[in-house]
């Protein structure tokens, strides 16, 4: 069966997402930072800060020990909404970490296990917030646009080995964490992105699921009217 790594998913977007995979037969391992209580057959709890490299290393090469690793799905990931004069450089610095760096040791580390294998599947997730260049929100733009080229320059890397990297960027999805962002805030991104009714939960897997079967490597893929 397929094996998938998921990065943050003791809840949200990386929660779902694990369930439908196990839905459909996959086997999955989550990372996450705290507990987890998804309680399945197929899936392994990781207690593991994607920003902590060594624990990064020891976690893969313990899943890697037991066999294939066909996809890995960086999710993991911080936001915080600022004007750009009033963030603190405290926030910028680990937002950076957690979701660049966060996505760059897991890359590296699978990445090294599916060069072995010649084959693999990485997707990174971005946001829409990039190619919006959006307001309040300069140091979480940042980091994301860093996890987009990392995308692109590890996609040509890994390509002979048959490795294939790509990005999947979603708009506000129905959240905890968006439901504490002001509603005229989220409708105005919503509406720029052609998805005024936004996205929910189920609509984001879908999205995830068809642009990890799809979505040629190097490819960064928006849901919405991204002009």
Same mark, same amino acid.
């Given at each position: 069966?397929? #094996?998938?790594?998921?990065?943050?998913?003791?809840?949200?977007?990386?929660?779902?997402?694990?369930?439908?995979?196990?839905?459909?037969?996959?086997? %999955?391992?989550?990372?996450?930072?705290? =507990?987890?209580?998804?309680?399945?057959?197929?899936? @392994?709890?990781?207690? /593991?800060?994607?920003?902590?490299?060594?624990?990064?290393?020891?976690?893969?090469?313990?899943?890697? *020990?037991?066999?294939?690793?066909?996809?890995?799905?960086?999710?993991?990931?911080?936001?915080?909404?600022?004007?750009?004069?009033? #963030?603190?450089?405290?926030?910028?610095?680990?937002?950076?970490?957690?979701?660049?760096?966060?996505?760059?040791?897991?890359?590296?580390?699978?990445?090294? /296990?599916?060069?072995?294998?010649?084959?693999?599947?990485?997707?990174?997730? #971005?946001?829409?917030? %990039? =190619?919006?260049?959006?307001?309040?929100?300069?140091?979480?733009?940042?980091?994301?646009?860093?996890?987009?080229?990392?995308?692109? %320059?590890?996609?040509?890397?890994?390509? *002979?080995?048959? @490795?294939? %990297?790509?990005?999947?960027?979603?708009? =506000? @999805?129905?959240?905890?964490?968006?439901?504490?962002?002001?509603?005229?805030?989220?409708?105005?991104?919503?509406?720029?992105?052609?998805?005024?009714?936004?996205?929910?939960?189920?609509?984001?897997?879908?999205?995830?699921?068809?642009?990890?079967?799809?979505?040629?490597?190097?490819?960064?893929?928006?849901?919405?009217?991204?002009?």
């Amino acid at each position: 069966m397929p #094996t998938a790594l998921i990065t943050g998913s003791s809840q949200g977007l990386g929660r779902a997402l694990t369930e439908r995979l196990l839905a459909e037969g996959w086997a %999955v391992h989550g990372f996450a930072r705290g =507990p987890q209580d998804l309680t399945h057959a197929r899936f @392994v709890a990781h207690a /593991v800060d994607v920003t902590d490299e060594s624990a990064v290393r020891m976690a893969v090469a313990s899943i890697a *020990a037991a066999g294939r690793l066909d996809l890995l799905v960086n999710n993991a990931g911080a936001a915080s909404l600022n004007a750009l004069l009033l #963030t603190p450089g405290a926030v910028a610095e680990q937002l950076m970490r957690v979701n660049y760096l966060g996505a760059f040791h897991c890359l590296q580390a699978v990445g090294k /296990v599916m060069v072995r294998q010649r084959a693999g599947r990485i997707v990174n997730l #971005t946001t829409v917030a %990039v =190619p919006l260049s959006l307001e309040g929100e300069a140091a979480y733009v940042a980091s994301k646009a860093a996890v987009e080229a990392l995308t692109q %320059v590890a996609a040509k890397e890994l390509a *002979a080995a048959g @490795v294939i %990297v790509t990005a999947a960027g979603l708009g =506000p @999805v129905d959240t905890k964490l968006t439901r504490a962002v002001p509603k005229a805030a989220l409708a105005k991104i919503n509406a720029a992105i052609g998805r005024p009714e936004g996205t929910t939960m189920e609509q984001a897997v879908d999205f995830l699921l068809a642009h990890l079967r799809s979505a040629e490597t190097g490819k960064v893929e928006y849901l919405g009217q991204v002009l």
